[in-house]
Nanobody, 118 residues
Framework: VQLQASGGGLVQAGGSLRLSCAASGDIVSINSMGWYRQTPGKQRELVAVITSGDRTNYADSVKGRSTISRENVENTVYLQMNSLKPEDTAVYYC?????????????WGRGTLVTVSS
């Protein structure tokens, strides 16, 4: 399974960004798709996740400002982030849990940098 993430960049505080991550390869079904973020010296943390039943979970720090969604045909997950704050600056990683024809997968994308200027 391969993940292709895009949408990071530089934005001013209060602005918006939309991250996307497309999964491809040996995929029979996807159990969950999510976004995590990491800053230097800190552990990677959950931002938002969406399951196969469209149940969502958000970190308290982004709740109300972000929306995660998925497009099942294209195996793509989106993260719409609004009212961005400088503390949202991080490398954002896409994660996908999937079932293939032979085995399961827990894959990470390469990360996309989001920088929010004050």
């Amino acid at each position: 399974v391969q993940l292709q993430a895009s949408g990071g960049g530089l934005v001013q505080a209060g602005g918006s960004l939309r991250l996307s991550c497309a999964a491809s390869g040996d995929i029979v079904s996807i159990n969950s798709m999510g976004w995590y973020r990491q800053t230097p010296g800190k552990q990677r943390e959950l931002v938002a996740v969406i399951t196969s039943g469209d149940r969502t979970n958000y970190a308290d720090s982004v709740k109300g400002r972000s929306t995660i969604s998925r497009e099942n045909v294209e195996n793509t997950v989106y993260l719409q982030m609004n009212s961005l704050k400088p503390e949202d600056t991080a490398v954002y990683y896409c994660n996908v849990g999937a079932r293939g024809y032979i085995r399961g997968y827990d894959e990470w994308g390469r990360g996309t940098l989001v920088t929010v200027s004050s």
